[in-house]
Nanobody
Framework: QVQLVESGGGSVQAGGSLRLSCAASRNTFSGYCMGWFRRAPGKGREEVAHIDSAGIPYVTDSVKGRFTISKDNAKTTLYLQMNSLKPEDTATYYC????????????????WGQGTQVTVSS
């Protein structure tokens, strides 16, 4: 059973920074891609970033250069460092996990955390 628990959300002014954390159950990182998604009010879910078991990251264009995804395998914790935050980054952020068919081949993200709210004011 994969369990994911996010933390680190909050309210910040535009230009500020936050770091989200996602504590994963033991052994989740081996053979899994880990990702961050967000859902803004009135919008659909959007992938923000993911990182595969080999540590290769992907970051969506809208946050590239501002957000960094990383993980600590020993702590089975996933991070999202968010800098230069903008009001349009306001959303509920979700941690997710996907089994890999083979290294770096992410499958569907089937495991989800409960979400953490990020609010950026102008």
């Amino acid at each position: 059973q994969v369990q994911l628990v996010e933390s680190g959300g909050g309210s910040v002014q535009a230009g500020g920074s936050l770091r989200l954390s996602c504590a994963a159950s033991r052994n989740t990182f081996s053979g899994y891609c880990m990702g961050w998604f967000r859902r803004a009010p009135g919008k659909g879910r959007e992938e923000v970033a993911h990182i595969d078991s080999a540590g290769i990251p992907y970051v969506t264009d809208s946050v590239k250069g501002r957000f960094t995804i990383s993980k600590d395998n020993a702590k089975t914790t996933l991070y999202l460092q968010m800098n230069s935050l903008k009001p349009e980054d306001t959303a509920t952020y979700y941690c997710a996990a996907a089994r890999e068919a083979y290294t770096s081949a992410c499958g569907a993200f089937n495991y989800w955390g409960q979400g953490t709210q990020v609010t950026v004011s102008s």
